[in-house]
């Protein structure tokens, strides 16, 4: 089992950056691949990013592609998102998730999950 504890958001204005982290404990962390996920009031929610247990491959939105950059630091047991350019529907809870399936953008190929923070972006 992993408990994710993710840290970094707050309120930002449009254009401005922020770094995501997500803190793992219990299983070993570079045994699982790692996403990033968020979810917005009345929206479903959404794949954001994802990076592979070795850290040799990741994966984007198309909406996030060119902005944010995901990352991990096996030896920290974190992973990390950083958002530059953000734009007022980045606005959202964002989640990090551990799996073992790759970089799928599937949120129900992800057995664990954080509680979220959120980001708030204003225009």
């Known amino acids: 089992q992993v408990q994710l504890v993710e840290s970094g958001g707050g309120l930002v204005q449009a254009g401005g950056s922020l770094r995501l982290s997500c803190a793992a404990s219990g299983r070993t962390f570079s045994a699982y691949d790692m996403g990033w996920f968020r979810q917005a009031p009345g929206k479903e929610r959404e794949f954001v990013a994802a990076?592979?247990?070795?850290?040799?491959?990741?994966r984007y939105a198309d909406s996030v592609n060119g902005r944010f950059t995901i990352s991990r630091d096996n030896a920290k047991n974190t992973v990390y998102l950083q958002m530059n350019s953000l734009k007022p529907e980045d606005t959202a809870l964002y989640y990090c998730?551990?799996?073992?399936?790759?970089?799928?953008?599937?949120?129900?190929?992800?057995?664990?999950w954080g509680q979220g923070t959120q980001v708030t972006v204003s225009s």
């Open positions: 990076v592979k247990r070795s850290g040799e491959s990741t």
């Open positions: 998730a551990a799996g073992s399936w790759g970089t799928t953008t599937w949120s129900g190929a992800y057995a664990y």
